[in-house]
């Protein structure tokens, strides 16, 4: 059986909803050499199913099965499977663009890694557009941008990004981390890759809804990754100053999210934080200006800096309800 050009992995767990229009967008790229690969992470609702059915009609599906172990162990049973020569992740619930992985791949010429923006979107995703300038970036400035907040080229997501499979082989999602295992991943990755080109059209359409990972409010895993990455994943030495100073605007969001009265361990670990980093974070030219703000409160007094916050949030989707 020929080699495919691109595997594409996808893990799934209980998204009958939307897994249909995921998988529908993957068929329908430009690039026809692909292999999808669906692992279904025990659903237990009728997401196998929709895959049982697609793959029927298109031998290019493969479903996996796996008992329920989350999606790092989905998307690392995808990469033990993936026999293409370039490699990309895609979220169940989101969606490409049909010439998302086309564009990528005419463009990342002797590069080990291609990026592409990302849109967000709720029920209809943007319309589709071309891809205009391409540009070569040294790994670890697309680590620190991911880390500064990304400037729409570097999402610390799976998606957006192809990835030659040679620079895969030994690499896997860490499985302990419950949180925020892709930027784990990412960074691991980026530290030994030797060039990475970003290509200027936003071909991943990442879904906002509720519910998702990434969508729900904090619990203690989501602070305690990035204890977990501080003992799984000895960063770049120009890596740690850039992790230091987002931590301050972090533990403050953490802060602003946490249920009043509950979590005492973690209120305490986030202040310490901010008190810790919080001038390194104002004085940073690089930081995003709206969290020096956030953290510039906190010295009035962290807890009204985390209300603070509480209502901008406020405001701002407010607004985006009215628009």
Known sequence: MPRPKVSVIVPAYNVETYIGECLAD???????????????DGSSDGTAKIIEQQAKNDPRIKLLKQANAGVSAARNAGLERARGQFIAFVDSD?????????????????????TCRIAQF???????????????VEPM????SILYGGGGYYWSGP??????????????FDEHLRYSEDLEFFLRVVAKSRAIVTVDFAGYYYRLREGSATQSGFTPAVYAYREQMERHFALPRELKPVWQTNLAYISLYYLSIMPAGK???????????????RLRAVLDPRQRINHKLAVLGTFVGIDFAARLLVSARQWRDKRKINA
């Open 263 to 277: 979590y005492g361990k973690y209120r305490k670990l986030c202040k310490e934080n901010i008190r810790r980093y």
């Open 26 to 40: 993957l068929l329908v790229q430009s690039e026809r050499q692909l292999e999808i690969l669906v692992v279904d």
């Open 159 to 172: 998606g957006a990004k192809l990835y030659r499979a040679e620079l895969l082989e030994d690499e896997r």
């Open 122 to 136: 709720r029920q209809t995703p943007p319309t589709p557009t071309k891809a205009s300038r391409v540009r070569a």
């Open 141 to 144: 400035a697309a680590a620190k």
């Open 94 to 114: 989101d969606r490409v663009a049909p010439n998302y992985l086309s564009e990528l791949l005419a463009r990342i010429g002797s590069a080990e890694i291609a």
